[in-house]
């Protein structure tokens, strides 16, 4: 049997009954115990809620528990596959949340597909949930449905597909360019593939202070000249001389790859600026291999989607502490400084000293700062401490959360808790 085949197999396998289940958190063992959690006793708590709606955080779920909500339209990268199909996917979703940050999600695959029934669907069953996450849903109708669940919700709503790669490679762009003395306002920035991701990573590069960014979708450079652009492409139309990308590759300090494999030539990254970035996340195979790029010159810092070769883009370095950290202030909903505060914590903590489970996990005692450890690796478990903090101090920065009395050092040791079991006793490095 070939290593695929047993993949493939193992793979069913483990997906055989789904990945998810649920589990109740107090005890019902006795009559007293039965009439505490349902008739009569459930009555008291619904009359408080009634009274003060707030409360439905105290006396409910409702604070621990995001929906995963996708229509199957945008799967990986597997395309349409409609809501059956990716509701592994979004089972997996929900694995990851629980997993690395202790967040209840459900799946909810929805089998309506314009704008605006899924916007409809998704406010209606808001109120059970203490955030939203939108997951798979083609562009461009992801933007206004994230927006406009925004405006109608006083929950989070966090499309990842959009929000989460920008996230992790801001922070690795950040780090980048303070490795190789650069300054964003200074460096030109491609990017191929004009979708949900690629349009919101433009986005926070602008934020971040990137002043020349080139965005490339199948048709070429997304210039000013172009009559068949959407009115999300058209807010990053330029104008350029440069119709492809090798034209756009020519002297560019960063490239972020968010199309198909092989889009990129070993000619393309000869061309590029001295010490440049290249972050090909194209999945499961990059638009160019880490080993080609080196064919051509050992100054790159490159990055990928696969956990095979160093500074993996992975996003669930973001969303689980995200949410983490607004629903523990109870946020009204993720604002961008919240998201920035998320990347410049992942910057951060790149530069801290690697624990000691990672290395054992990477089987590597060298994993430092450096042009191979830009991004804090997926197991190491202060990346909870760092975003899931710094989210939740934005979110009350920002006036958008609930809880007022927010203590910062407070919650970071509550998170350690979380994760190591003791407060104050367990630290990485040992």
Not at 277 to 297: D, Q
Request: charged share 25%; net charge negative; aromatic share 8%.
């Amino acid at each position: 049997m070939s290593s695929e085949t047993e993949y493939r197999k193992k793979a069913l396998e483990y997906h055989l009954g789904g990945k998810i289940g649920i589990e109740i958190t107090k005890p019902c063992e006795t009559q007293f115990e039965l009439s505490l959690a349902y008739t009569p006793g459930v009555a008291i708590p619904c009359k408080e809620i009634e009274k003060d709606p707030e409360s439905v955080y105290t006396y409910t779920n409702k604070g621990n528990l995001v929906a995963v909500v996708s229509d199957g339209t945008a799967v990986l990268g597997l395309g349409d596959i409609g809501p059956e199909a990716g509701k592994p996917v979004m089972e997996g979703k929900s694995v990851l949340f629980k997993k690395f940050a202790n967040v209840d999600a459900f799946d909810i695959e929805i089998d309506v597909h314009s704008a605006e029934e899924i916007i409809a669907t998704t406010a209606a069953i808001a109120p059970t949930f203490g955030g939203i996450n939108l997951e798979d849903i083609a562009a461009p109708k992801c933007f206004e449905i994230e927006t406009k669940l925004q405006e109608m919700l006083d929950i989070p709503v966090f499309h990842d597909d959009q929000h989460g790669t920008a996230i992790i490679t801001t922070a690795g762009l950040m780090n980048a360019a303070e490795l190789t003395g650069k300054k964003l306002a200074e460096m030109k920035v491609v990017i191929s593939g004009a979708g949900a991701a690629g349009i919101s990573c433009a986005k926070m590069y602008k934020a971040a202070g990137v002043k020349d960014t080139i965005m490339c979708d199948s048709k070429g450079v997304i210039h000013t000249g172009r009559d068949d652009l959407n009115e999300y492409k058209r807010e990053f139309a330029v104008e350029t001389d440069a119709r492809t990308l090798a034209d756009a590759m020519k002297g560019a300090d960063m490239f972020l790859g968010l199309s198909v494999a092989g889009a990129v030539s070993r000619e393309m990254v000869a061309s590029m600026a001295p010490q440049p970035v290249i972050f090909a996340l194209a999945n499961p195979v990059p638009e160019i291999l880490p080993e080609e790029v080196a064919e051509v010159r050992d100054d790159v810092i490159m990055g990928t989607g696969r956990s095979d070769y160093p500074n993996q883009v992975n996003n669930v370095l973001g969303f689980p502490f995200i949410f983490r950290g607004a629903l523990d202030v109870r946020a009204r909903k993720i604002t961008e400084n919240m998201k920035m505060a998320a990347a410049r914590a992942l910057a951060e903590l790149a530069k801290e000293p690697v624990p000691y489970y990672v290395k054992a996990a990477y089987n590597n005692d060298d994993l430092a700062y450096g042009p191979e450890h830009i991004i804090p690796l997926p197991f190491n478990k202060e990346v909870l401490i760092w975003v899931a903090s710094a989210v939740a101090k934005q979110a009350v920065e920002d006036g958008v959360a609930r809880v007022k009395d927010f203590d910062y050092e407070a919650y970071r040791e509550k998170l350690r808790h979380l994760i190591y079991g003791t407060e104050g006793e367990v630290r990485p490095e040992q």
